[in-house]
């Protein structure tokens, strides 16, 4: 999807769009082509807005009308299905390949040094850090908890279960940290987005250009760029980010003598 010129469109246009329209946007998006095949009325119910609200999105991408649009994205899945079929052979995962490492390259470049160390700062400092994310990127934050918890004490994950969850939250406070790895198709995730709010402990965010709904309440925020291999949104892209900001805490801590200590513990338990 992220190479399809339709979907790529609805992601410029979105920013600048009216809530009820980015509320059509998102719907399209986390089914894309399917909830684009539809009824305008059915689209409209499951954005929450009513079907002239939907019909001016379409009215404002330059189609005329959402007939047009449909057809537009069939010829766009017919395109994509042959792409697919292409890119199944050596050469075509070559392509993928360069594309993978063009998109790491800019998911990179948008991450600032300075950016890297507030978080690193933050990560370093902290009473206690906690990560979660939905579920694919939650792989990412068991990485960066694996890793971190190397590096200092009282790096966990956020439980699962809704009863372990909810008493992480109470015990937070302002000396705490929410890491929260947040993408499209976004997920509930109260304890992140309730943990600013109710506790005061300070949120990080890791998410994509559509605007995770904890956007409004991350203290820092790291919106990486769209860019994909094929139909798959790289776990690559969040597992390199991370590295990042390991380093970066790492170079705080200085860890070494910990790390060391840490090995002949594992050694003398094997």
Do not use: K
Request: with cysteine; proline share 9%; aromatic share 6%.
């Amino acid at each position: 999807m992220e190479n399809d010129p339709i979907a790529a469109r609805l992601g410029t246009v979105y920013p600048e769009l009216p809530p009820g329209e980015r509320a059509v946007v998102r719907v399209l998006l986390d089914d894309y082509p399917f909830a684009a095949l539809g009824s305008l009325r059915g689209l409209a119910e499951r954005a929450g807005v009513s079907p002239p609200t939907a019909s001016r999105l379409f009215d404002r991408l330059g189609f005329e009308g959402f007939a047009a649009f449909q057809a537009a994205v069939r010829d766009g899945a017919r395109d994509r299905s042959q792409l697919l079929e292409h890119v199944s052979g050596p050469a075509g995962l070559g392509q993928a390949a360069e594309e993978l490492r063009a998109g790491l390259d800019g998911t990179l470049s948008a991450v600032p040094e300075q950016l890297c160390h507030q978080v690193a700062g933050l990560l370093a400092e902290a009473r206690s850090v906690w990560a979660l994310g939905g579920p694919l990127s939650e792989l990412a934050a068991e990485y960066l908890i694996r890793q971190l918890a190397s590096l200092r004490q009282g790096a966990y994950r956020v439980p699962g279960p809704v009863p372990a969850r909810a008493r992480t939250v109470l015990d937070l406070g302002p000396s705490d940290v929410v890491v929260a790895y947040d993408f499209r198709r976004y997920s509930p995730t109260p304890p992140a987005s309730c943990a600013p709010r109710t506790s005061g402990a300070r949120l990080v965010l890791l998410t994509d250009a559509w605007g995770s709904p904890l956007a409004a309440h991350a203290e820092v925020l790291i919106s990486l760029p769209r860019e994909a291999s094929g139909p798959i949104a790289p776990l690559a892209h969040e597992i390199a980010v991370t590295e990042l900001l390991l380093v970066a805490t790492a170079a705080r801590l200085a860890p070494a003598r910990r790390l060391a200590d840490l090995d002949a513990l594992t050694r003398s338990l094997s």
